[in-house]
Each structure stands twice: as C-alpha cells, then as structure tokens.
C-alpha cells in the first residue's frame, strides 16, 4: 500500500486525504492545530462558496452532513454601478443547481475526525520546512495544501501565467447574523453583489455558521486608495462589521435598512488583508533533492471576487487523486508533478483563473454587451425568456467558467451567443436592454429610485 502525506487540513487537503484514503492509500495527514482548536479559536479562512461541479466531489465522498441545515442559494442579485450612486442595471440569474457555503472551521474540525473514524492519520503538528524533508523520505508522495503558509515558498511563482504581481483589492471579510434570508423582490436566495466601479465590490453570500446555523458572510473588496478602503487598520470582527455598514450607508444605501440590524455571529468571524492572485510551478525541491507537489490555494492562490478559491481546490483534488491512482506504482517524480498541474489547468485553471481576472478589471465589450442584452431578468424560476437565459449562463459560469470565459473575451462569438439564446439579432438584443437601462438611467438624473425588474409581492424570508 503506497503512503501519501497530505501538510494542512484545508478544505482542498481534506477531500484529497477522504477520496485517496477511499481509494486505499496510507493517507496521513499533517495539521497545524487539532479538530477542536479549528472549530472553537480558529479564523475562517474565507468564505468558501461551492458551485455544483465542485460538490459533486464532496457528496461522492460522504461529506455533506449539513445537507438538509445549509441555507442553499439559487444563484446571483448583481447591481451595476459604473459610478458612486449610479444604479444602471441588475442582473438577476439562476443557476442550474444550487450552491452552499459551509463554516470552513466547523467542516474541518467534521472532516478531520471523520478520516480518523474512517482509518486515516492525523498529527498535530506544525511543519517546518526542515520537517517537511524528513515527512517526505516517509512517504511515496508529499502534498502540501498549506494555504499561502509559509511552504507557499517553495514553489516558485510562474511568471508567465501570473497576470498580477501585485494585490488588487484590500480585503475584508466577517461573519454575521440578524439580517433576514433573502431580500423582496428577488424571488431566490442569492448572493447579492454591488459592484461599485471606482470603490470595489460588496457580496452578501448566504452561509451556514458553526454556531449561528442559517446566517450570512460578507465580502467586501475595496479597491486600494478607493472610498471603500478603510478596513486596514480593523482590529476585530465588531469593527469590520462598523466599518462595514459605514459603507453600506454612504456607497450602497439601498441596502442599509437590509444590513441595519446585524450583530457579528462570533468574535473570531473576520479577515482583513490582501494577496496577489498567483499561480505557482506545480514542484516544490526540498533541500535534500526531493520534490513535493502543490494543492488548492498553495497552487493557485485567487483573489474572492469570482468565489472560485474553493471550487478551484476541489476541482484540483479530484484532477490529482485521478492522476494518483492512474500512475498505479510508478514514481511520483517532478515530470508526473507537472503533467498532473497541467492536465488540471488545460481542463478548469486556466479558465477559471482567467474568469476570476476578468472580474478585478472593467468588463471588456464582449461582457458589456452580455449584460445590457440580458436586461429584463428578474430570477423567476418560470422565466424562460432570452434575458433570463443570458443572465442565468452568466452565473452558471460562476460554476464552470470554461462555460462563457472564451466568449466573454470575444466580442463576435459573444454576439452570436446573445442571437442564439434571444432567437434574435444582437443588434435587437441590446436595443431592447439599452432601451430599459436608458429609461432607469433617466430617472435616477430626476432624482427618482430606479425601477429595475424584481418580482411584485415577492417577500424576504422570515
């Protein structure tokens, strides 16, 4: 029985150490603190929205427990402001099947002791570098899914695919309860996005808290020197949720009264910082010669914006225990390392670290055309019309974005796409939207709230 040591309990680590250990490896795998300091005096390290492609992974596995507790969302509310103040449109989609976001501290503290009872290894342990060469001799195949730890440095960065070297975005993130489970109007549970063109954007993403159950989590991405970049210096959860709803009122006051009441769900719910989306060389060498192999964020590290970080790492884990078990006992050397990255990048990676960009940036035509041609979508299960159809494939790409990233760098394949879907000419597509973001547009300059399509006597949840 071939081992394999797996460093960090991660989301991505976790379901490679479950799917090998299934498949009959010798899984050990190697965490910085035990189940119980995960769930009780951890940080979560993101909010870790799963579309349906990425859970199919975990539900093979058996490792859906919350399945019938989870608050499960329906797809996206957007609002489109190019300036402050500037609602000019919506876009309201459904995706084909829903998604969740789970408490990272509460699955990992369920997911390590469930290896354990399922016959796998766990030590408690935090792995220096000089540890991790002796873990390797130990073992056939050395993993590291350390998240952007320190072990994040052995891999080299890979220049040619690493578009930013820089942050794009300060970050804050905490966790909350006390607003209601859905918003009037909006005939779903969604994640409700502003996207503030020279402030950065704002998620509120439905999640289920270790301790609060059905609550939400929110995201906010400032754009450095931007009016929302004032979390720098946010020292606890209590002050990103001010700071917070400071922004809410001056930038997104639709919202206010929706966010007015909300209380953080505990006192360790919150991040602030930054990080540079980055893809690394799929090899690590040790001192001694050895080669370790990269996992989930430790590969490629994205920014929030798209909610691809953990869909990525799933989608990765499943790609390596594929390539694992078809090497049967050949050696895990540097070339299988790099053929297995590259097997996964050609079929998700590239695609998703590609989607995920396109959103720190402004829309090129292609998205720009999309999003005035589905105008009209209101989220209604029963609405089959051209707009809703193009508003819901552009957040089914949220799932598989291989799925519209070509089209929404190329204007023509774009424009074909709105003919095919609307079963008319583009042209007449984005008249129709020009025509009803003109009129809304008109309104606001006369000082008037603008009526953009949400469902009539749709109400929130209680």
Known sequence: MRSIAIIGSGQAGLLAAHALLKAGYRVTLYSDRTPDQWLHESRPTGTATRFDLALQFEYELDLNSWVNDAPWGDGFHITVCPMLGNRMLTVTGRLRRPFVAIDLRL?????????????????????????????????????????????????????????????????????????????????????????????GEAFWVPYFHKDAGPSWCLLFEARPGGPMDRFRGAKSAAQVLELGKQVV??????????????????????????????????????????????????????????????????????????????????????????????????????????FNNLLLEPLPTAGRDLLIAQYGSDGRFDNTSGEQRLANAFVENFNDPSLLTPLLQDPHQMRQFISRETGHSWMRALAGGGLGIAREELRQLRGQEPRHPLVHGYKKAA
């Open 107 to 199: 699955q990992s503290h369920q997911w390590m002791n469930e290896l354990v009872a399922r016959g796998g290894q766990v030590r408690i342990e935090s792995v220096t570098l000089r540890r991790l060469d002796e873990i390797s001799a130990e073992h056939d195949l050395t993993i590291v899914a350390a998240g952007r730890a320190e072990l994040c440095n052995l891999f080299e960065r890979d220049a040619e695919r690493s578009v930013y070297d820089a942050p794009q975005r300060q970050l804050a993130m905490v966790c909350v309860k006390g607003p209601q489970m859905g918003f009037e109007g909006i005939p779903m549970l969604p994640v409700k996005l502003n996207l503030m063109a020279t402030a």
């Open 249 to 354: 009122r001056e930038l997104m006051p639709w919202d206010e009264a929706w966010i007015r009441d909300a209380e953080v769900s505990d006192p360790n719910g919150w991040l602030v910082g930054s990080f540079a989306p980055t893809v690394r060389k799929p090899v690590g060498r040790l001192p001694s010669g050895r080669c370790v192999m990269p996992l989930g964020d430790t590969a490629m590290s994205l920014d929030p914006i798209g909610g691809q970080g953990a869909n990525n790492g799933n989608k990765m884990a499943r790609n390596l225990v594929e390539c694992i078990i078809a090497h049967q006992d050949q050696a895990f050397d540097a070339e299988w390392m790099t053929d297995t990255f590259e097997r996964f990048y050609a079929r998700h990676g590239h695609a998703t670290y590609t």
